[in-house]
Each structure stands twice: as C-alpha cells, then as structure tokens.
C-alpha cells in the first residue's frame, strides 16, 4: 500500500485528492452542476474565434451556420460519452487511458495532453490580458496577464468544488452579456449580399468549419471526466445530457455570434477589437462591459488548464516513478503549469501566436485516435467495468504497454495525416487537393475504434470483472484512508 497525505474533507478547503481514486463516501454535488461548468468553458473568446473558419475561407454566413453546429454536436457526442466515465469510475480523464495503453504506454497521450493545457493558456491569458486592457483603459498587457495567471492558480488550487461553484455564477453573467451581444449583432450589424443564399453552398469552407468546430469540441475530451468524478455513480446518464447540452449551446451560440461579427467586418476583423466595437454598437461603455465579462471566463478556461495539466504531470510522474500524490505535489504542478503559460505569455509576440496556433491545431490531431481507442474500450469493449486498484499498479492486469491501443492510435494517426491542414507548419496532400478543407477527423475516428476493437476481441473481461467486484471492498477502505493500492 501507499499512503498519501490526509487533510481537509473536499468542499472545506484545498482540494487533497489528485490521480487516486474518489471513494463512494467522498461522492457529493449535483449532476446539474455540469451544464454550467460546460457551458462557460465554451462560452468565451477563444471559442468565438473557432466560428470565423467558414468566414475567412469565402463561405456565406448561413451554410457557416450550418457546419458550425452539426460539427459541435457531432464533437460534444464524443465528449459528453468521456463526461459520463466519471461518476462511474471516480477518477480523472486522462489516468483511465491505462487499461488501453498501459502504465508506461500511457505517457504517449500525457504528453500531448500537458502540452495542450500550457498551450492553451498561452493563448487565454493573452487574450484576458487583451481584453481587460481593452476594458479598463489601465495597465499593460503584462500587468493583466500577471493578474489573470495568480486568480486562475488560486481557483484551480482550491479545485474542484471551487471551480464548480466559480463557473456556476459566471454562467449567469455570461447569460446576460451574450443575449445583449447577440441583439445587437442582429440588429445593428451589415450583412454582406448573399449571406444567407442557401444556394451559395461552397464545400470546402463547410467541411473546414465542420472539422474545425467538431474537433474543437472533443479538444474538452482531456478535461470532462475532471469535474464529474465526484458525482455519484448513478450521475453517469445525467451527467451525459447536462455536459452535452451545457458544451454543445455554449459552443454554438458563442461560434454562431463569431460567425455574424467575421461576416459583417470582413477583413477589419480583429477579436478584441471587434468584439467592442460591435458591444458599444448597443450603447456606449458596453463594448468594455462585454471585454471585462469575457476575460472572466478567460480566467476560468485558464484554471480549467492548470488544474487539469496537474493532473496529467502527477500521472506522468507517477508512470516514471511511484509517488505520493499528496497536496504539496498539487501546489507544485499547478504552480508549474501556470508559470509556464505566465513566461511564454509574456514572451508571445504576433508572429509567435500565429504560429503557435498553428501547433496546437497540430497537438489538437493527437487526441483525435485517443477518443476513439478510450470510447471503444470503455463502452464496447469492457462496457464500464474496470478493475481500479490495478490501474495504480506497474504490474497489474493492464501492463506496462497495452499494445492494441499503441498500434491502434498510431495506425489511426497515421491515416489522418494525409488529410492534416494545419495553417502554415503541414498541409496534407489530400487536404492540399481539396483546398485546405481538413475531414481528418473524420478518418482518424473510425480507424482507430476499428482496429482497437478487433485488436482487443480475445480480452477475457469478465474475469476482469470479477477481480473488478473482488477488490472493490478495498478498494473503497483504502481510499477512505487515503491510501492508493
């Protein structure tokens, strides 16, 4: 066995658990509490930007409109399904990919995932500084990326209920400023000829748009099951629905409002800028209401990431290195990862960021087979049931290496490539061939839960299940104690 530090019960202050596993006692909160929390990490600027897509590659405001929400809800499908392993689990995302890589092989997706979160922050701090600059009229970029970086530590410190509670009550402030946007962008703003021409159907900016918005969409798969593995077991179908629901109107309506201000600016677009210009079109000063409230949830998208990327460092470490995941180590990852997006932030120049997206749309592609291989194996293949003490076990029954899922990713991202279009770093020949238009989404997929599924057919599960049912007695009392196997 292997003790951890004991402290604090979850919900009277810093959050102590990490990777080890939620007992049922520890079980609390309402499933209903997903849809906001869902529903604010889409709802903010970097999700504006992913409905420009469409716009910006000669495609008409209706047929965007389109593509962006049959692509989110096709996206959110894969990512509500990982939300629901949650409450059944009791455990974050990204440890369950070791029954399908293993205990070392895991480390394959980890890295990606770190890189993501820190990427990410890169880009939301940048932006929250941006707008709250923009806002106040006060204070330097850096300044504000500084006070951006220190809220979102200490959020993401505290941990899961304080996130919770922070994204529930920005929801209703979110609600308001983005109905006012959204009249406004109806109203006031010009739609260029043929906007809403059904017949001005081009296929290449809708499949751009589709990917883009879908692929965004399962980019949340790494987070979900974060912020539901302290639900009950019986939360698993509702916690399907309300991150569903919150995920897919949040990312739609957000897109939908970037779609309407790309069309009408044109090429004068610019994301902060613009975003206020069409705010004060309402009336004076709310173009700075808007800025502030945006940054808000900037801030909590940016503790989303610290929070999560902890997570995946304690894991990474752990595959190494048998650790205690105690509260120290929490401090000290999640203080890793907000200073690392607080130095690039600051370092980050134009030509930096444009690139930089560029990639993260690059590391965005490596989750693509992962979803694929952990959604098979979770609901078809092992249907929910997993033996969690030998997960946290080198030697247990799921390996050091789960070969299926190593050659099922790779041979899934293998086959995305050709169809890769990542701006300016690598354009595949088949994406090439049809103008920039990336479908590898929509290759990468079923390749990947194809071949995992034949790769795992002889998997003797119901003795796993048994073994699941022998320890789970244990497994709850040595949680309890916090202890790990």
């Known amino acids: 066995m292997m003790s951890i530090t004991a402290g604090q019960s979850q919900g009277r202050g810093l959050e102590v658990r990490s990777i080890d596993y939620v007992p049922l006692n520890e079980r609390h909160g309402k499933v209903s509490h997903i849809g906001p929390l869902w529903f604010m990490s889409n709802a903010q600027i970097a999700t504006l930007a992913v409905g420009l897509i469409s716009i910006t590659t000669g495609g008409n405001l209706i047929?965007?409109?389109?593509?962006?929400?049959?692509?989110?809800?096709?996206?959110?499908?894969?990512?509500?399904?990982?939300?629901?392993?949650g409450p059944q689990l009791g455990l974050p995302q990204m440890i369950q990919s070791r029954p399908q890589f293993g205990y070392i092989g895991a480390l394959?997706?980890?890295?990606?995932?770190?890189?993501?979160?820190?990427?990410?922050?890169?880009?939301?701090?940048?932006?929250?500084?941006?707008?709250?600059?923009?806002?106040?009229?006060?204070?330097?970029?850096?300044?504000?990326?500084?006070?951006v970086t220190i809220v979102a530590f200490a959020v993401a410190l505290f941990g899961y209920d304080l996130i919770h509670g922070f994204e529930r009550y920005l929801t209703y402030l979110t609600i308001a400023m983005l109905v006012l946007l959204t009249v406004t962008a109806l109203i006031?703003?010009?739609?260029?000829?043929?906007?809403?021409?059904?017949?001005?159907?081009?296929?290449?900016?809708?499949?751009g748009q589709l990917g883009v918005a879908a692929g965004y969409q399962i980019s949340w798969a790494i987070y979900v099951s974060d912020y539901s593995r302290y639900l009950p077991p019986s939360s698993a179908h509702g916690t399907f629905r309300w991150t569903f629901w919150g995920s897919a109107l949040g990312g739609i309506w957000?897109?939908?409002?970037?779609?309407?201000?790309?069309?009408?600016?044109?090429?004068?677009?610019?994301?902060?800028?613009?975003?206020?210009?069409?705010?004060?079109?309402?009336?004076?000063?709310?173009?700075?209401?808007?800025?502030?409230?945006?940054?808000?949830g900037l801030v909590s998208v940016t503790a989303l990431n610290m929070y999560g990327g902890s997570l995946t460092l304690i894991s990474s470490l752990d595959s190494l290195r048998r650790i205690k995941p105690t509260l120290k180590l929490r401090v000290i990852t999640i203080l890793i990862t907000a200073a690392i997006s607080l130095v690039f932030a600051n370092l980050a120049s134009a030509d930096f960021l444009a690139n930089f997206n560029d990639f993260l749309l690059l590391v965005l592609y490596f989750f693509i087979p992962w979803t694929a291989v952990n959604?098979?194996?979770y609901f078809i293949v092992r249907k929910g049931h997993y033996a969690i003490a030998e997960i946290f076990k080198p030697a247990g029954i799921y390996g050091r290496?789960?070969?299926?899922?190593?050659?099922?990713?790779?041979?899934?991202?293998?086959?995305?490539?050709?169809?890769?279009?990542?701006?300016?770093?690598?354009?595949?020949?088949?994406?090439?061939?049809?103008?920039?238009?990336?479908?590898?989404?929509?290759?990468?997929?079923?390749?990947?839960?194809?071949?995992?599924?034949?790769?795992?057919?002889?998997i003797d599960v119901a003795a796993e299940t048994q073994l699941a049912q022998a320890q789970a007695a244990e497994l709850e009392t040595a949680a309890s104690k916090h202890i790990l196997p």
């Open 63 to 85: 047929w965007s409109l389109i593509a962006i929400a049959v692509g989110t809800l096709v996206g959110t499908l894969f990512m509500a399904a990982h939300s629901s392993q």
């Open 254 to 296: 957000v897109m939908f409002i970037g779609a309407f201000i790309a069309a009408a600016a044109g090429k004068n677009f610019d994301t902060i800028g613009s975003i206020k210009a069409t705010a004060d079109k309402l009336f004076p000063g709310f173009g700075s209401i808007a800025l502030f409230i945006a940054a808000l």
């Open 375 to 377: 959604l098979t194996d």
């Open 401 to 458: 290496w789960g070969w299926p899922g190593i050659a099922a990713y790779l041979v899934g991202f293998i086959a995305m490539v050709p169809f890769f279009s990542a701006g300016t770093l690598f354009v595949g020949p088949v994406a090439a061939a049809m103008n920039g238009a990336d479908i590898s989404l929509f290759i990468g997929l079923p390749v990947s839960a194809g071949l995992y599924w034949l790769l795992t057919r002889t």
């Open 108 to 147: 394959l997706v980890w890295l990606f995932a770190y890189l993501q979160y820190a990427g990410f922050n890169i880009f939301n701090t940048v932006l929250a500084g941006q707008a709250l600059q923009g806002s106040v009229h006060a204070g330097t970029g850096s300044l504000w990326i500084g006070v």
């Open 188 to 207: 006031h703003l010009q739609m260029p000829v043929g906007a809403f021409n059904l017949g001005g159907f081009q296929l290449v900016p809708f499949l």
